[in-house]
């Protein structure tokens, strides 16, 4: 569900749920629902330092 969502929207409804916090308590339903987006974002993050990663080999001393 939330992997369709691109990552600028993903970010801005991130932002949006912490700029919410600062303003009140945030309702059960809203503290899943941000926590999904957050997981939904590391999980983007980590995808992408492995992506990074796999393309790195150690070469050794010269």
Do not use: C, W
């Not at 987006?37 to 790195?56: A, D, F, K, P």
């Amino acid at each position: 569900m939330y992997n369709e969502i691109p990552h600028d929207e993903l970010v801005a409804k991130i932002n949006e749920f912490t700029a919410m916090t600062r303003e009140r308590e945030l309702t059960e339903e809203e503290e899943k629902e941000r926590a999904a987006y957050r997981e939904e974002y590391l999980n983007r993050i980590r995808q992408s330092m492995r992506g990074s990663l796999q393309g790195v080999y150690y070469k050794g001393k010269k």
